[in-house]
């Protein structure tokens, strides 16, 4: 089991970054692929980017790959998500998930996700 916290939202201008961070308690963190979904008012939760357990394999859904992309440090038990050129539809709540499963299969169907941590507000002002 694992349990996730996110950091690192805030209010930013457009055409700013910022970088998520997600730390996962225990130290099964290094063996969970870890993803980043998004949820606007309105809208349901979208994947945003992946990354499996060793940090070697990444996605990043492809009217995001310019702009945003996902790490990890193991060692720190964190993954990040850096999200460059921000526009006012980035505007979101941002959850990270672990998924035991090393690739993360199971992002690609949300029901099947069983660790998500709390989220933090990332808010684009144009």
């Known amino acids: 089991q694992v349990q996730l916290v996110e950091s690192g939202g805030e209010l930013v201008q457009t055409g700013g970054s910022l970088r998520l961070s997600c730390v996962g308690s225990g130290r099964a963190f290094g063996s969970y692929a870890v993803g980043w979904f998004r949820q606007s008012p309105g809208k349901g939760r979208e994947l945003v980017a992946a990354?499996?357990?060793?940090?070697?394999?990444?996605y990043c859904i492809d009217s995001l790959k310019e702009r945003f992309a996902v790490s990890r440090d193991n060692a720190k038990s964190t993954a990040y998500l850096q999200m460059n050129s921000l526009k006012p539809d980035d505007t979101a709540v941002y959850y990270c998930a672990a998924d035991p499963g090393p690739y993360g299969d199971a992002f690609f169907n949300i029901s099947r996700v069983a660790y998500w941590g709390q989220g933090t507000q990332v808010t684009v002002s144009s």
């Open positions: 990354i499996n357990w060793s940090g070697r394999s990444t």
